[in-house]
């Protein structure tokens, strides 16, 4: 019985390790650098509001070396924050993707 104990226990820590892991390696964060200012935004017509939504406008991304638009959709709503839309960051002679989050 102590020795099922044991093995129950150490199984137990491994999946907890396990799952911590992926966890992190899901939220990892990547960076995108383009060499070059993206095209200027493109027009979007806002749809009206949903309750519970808030509008992410579209925007230029970085792929395999030039610049691909991506139309805008709806982010659900967060109570008690804001949406913050992604933007290009100059920095230097480069651009660097700040990705949208919650404020």
């Given at each position: 019985?102590n ?6 226990l150490?199984n137990t ?25 993206p095209p200027p ?5 806002v ?16 792929d395999?070396g030039?610049?691909?638009?991506v139309?805008g959709h ?5 109570v008690?924050?804001h949406?913050?839309?992604g933007?290009?960051?100059?920095r230097?002679p ?10």
């Amino acid at each position: 019985m102590n020795r099922a104990f044991r093995m129950l226990l150490a199984n137990t820590v491994l999946i907890a390790v396990g799952a911590a892991a992926m966890a992190s390696a899901s939220a990892a964060e990547y960076v995108v650098i383009a060499p070059s200012a993206p095209p200027p935004v493109r027009f979007e017509a806002v749809p009206a509001p949903r309750a519970g939504y808030v509008w992410d406008h579209g925007h230029w991304r970085w792929d395999h070396g030039r610049y691909v638009w991506v139309v805008g959709h709806w982010q659900v709503e967060r109570v008690g924050y804001h949406w913050v839309p992604g933007h290009w960051d100059q920095r230097g002679p480069h651009y660097r993707w700040v990705p949208g989050h919650w404020a």
